[in-house]
């Protein structure tokens, strides 16, 4: 059996001691992660697909292992359960999710209660070996946020029981730097159509870049109410010049990639999806900046 596999305190869950957590194991909440690490060849990743209807191309199972998407249970007139997915995530421990605080709650106030892992295509029962269903045990939004506001839009969410690591899941590492990585950005998203919406059923990446803060804030200036203080440090936008999508889901990691000595590929979150303009050519969205909350992550 596993030693008890939570969060130490005093150990970051970026930089160094993550990149040690995925490769040696070596951290209290830490087993041997061999398994986790059977990783495709990156190259696997980046050979030519289809796009998918959404504008962005499909992942592979096993490539963005750390992918959560959080779900509503409905109870529908025939009496079966079906589980809405409306927003995203990244496990970051074996017990925690990373994802929006908007995400606390759907349209009709009604908080989420499961969490699924390990899933490519979430209408379909064809990669479901590695899937994993937990329920939610808490939803922690960071206390400054309010719904009438973009601030502060971040939480994490504790499993009510620790993911059992497998080839199709395992953490991510976290961006510490207050600057942006550069270059060409992943976002990870089951293709939404619209921010706030309902999920589709496949698991895809959309290749961003990080645009700039003058232009973005300029594009949402119509939105004093919500954001008074403009544009903020603890935000960044990320925008696709030509394909016609929705920059993730809500809630979603905005990542890049480090490689370690062994070869690994290793996903860094930089940014949680928060909202965004229409899904049209030429649209951008808005992120909060992880690297800004690291300590209350971490708390």
Same mark, same amino acid.
């Given at each position: 059996s596993h030693p008890p596999l939570e969060y130490t305190p005093g150990n970051r869950l970026d930089g160094e001691y993550c990149f040690n957590f995925r490769s040696f194991g070596e951290a209290h909440w830490i087993f041997n992660i061999t398994e986790c690490e059977q990783?495709?060849?990156?190259?696997?990743?980046?050979?030519?697909?289809?796009?998918?209807?959404?504008?962005?191309?499909?992942?592979?199972?096993?490539e963005f292992q750390h992918m959560a998407a959080i779900g509503w249970t409905r109870t529908y007139y025939n009496g079966y359960p079906k589980i809405d997915y409306l927003c995203g995530g990244s496990l970051i421990t074996w017990k925690f999710v990373l994802t929006a605080a908007h995400c606390s709650a759907d349209p009709h106030n009604i908080p989420p209660n499961t969490v699924r892992l390990g899933d490519t295509n979430l209408a379909s029962f064809k990669d479901d070996k590695f899937a994993q269903q937990i329920p939610i045990a808490r939803f922690i939004k960071h206390p400054q946020y309010r719904w009438s506001r973009k601030y502060y839009d971040i939480a994490v969410v504790e499993l009510e029981e620790c993911v059992k690591p497998n080839s199709a899941i395992c953490v991510a590492c976290l961006w510490r730097e207050p600057n942006d990585p550069g270059g060409? =950005?992943? &976002?990870? +998203?089951?293709?939404?159509?619209?921010?706030? /919406?309902?999920?589709?059923?496949? $698991? #895809?990446?959309?290749?961003?870049?990080?645009?700039?803060?003058?232009?973005?804030?300029?594009?949402?200036?119509?939105?004093?109410?919500?954001?008074?203080?403009?544009?903020?440090?603890?935000? =960044?936008? &990320?925008? +696709?010049?030509?394909?016609?999508?929705?920059? /993730?889901?809500?809630?979603?990691? $905005? #990542?890049?990639?480090?490689?370690?000595?062994?070869?690994?590929?290793?996903?860094?979150?930089?940014?949680?999806?928060?909202?965004?303009?229409?899904?049209?050519?030429?649209?951008?969205?808005?992120?909060?900046?992880? +690297?800004?909350?690291?300590?209350?992550?971490?708390?």
């Open positions: 990783r495709f060849p990156y190259n696997e990743y980046t050979r030519g697909t289809e796009r998918t209807a959404s504008g962005g191309f499909p992942a592979l199972t096993g060409v =950005l992943d &976002a990870v +998203s089951f293709g939404a159509t619209e921010f706030a /919406g309902s999920l589709s059923s496949t $698991l #895809q990446k959309v290749k961003l870049q990080t645009l700039n803060k003058t232009i973005c804030a300029e594009r949402f200036r119509t939105m004093r109410r919500e954001m008074p203080e403009g544009l903020r440090d603890d935000q =960044l936008c &990320a925008h +696709s010049a030509t394909m016609d999508t929705c920059e /993730g889901d809500s809630g979603g990691p $905005l #990542q890049t990639d480090r490689t370690d000595l062994f070869g690994n590929i290793f996903p860094m979150v930089l940014g949680v999806v928060s909202f965004g303009t229409p899904c049209t050519n030429g649209s951008m969205g808005v992120y909060t900046r992880v +690297s800004s909350y690291l300590d209350w992550i971490e708390q």
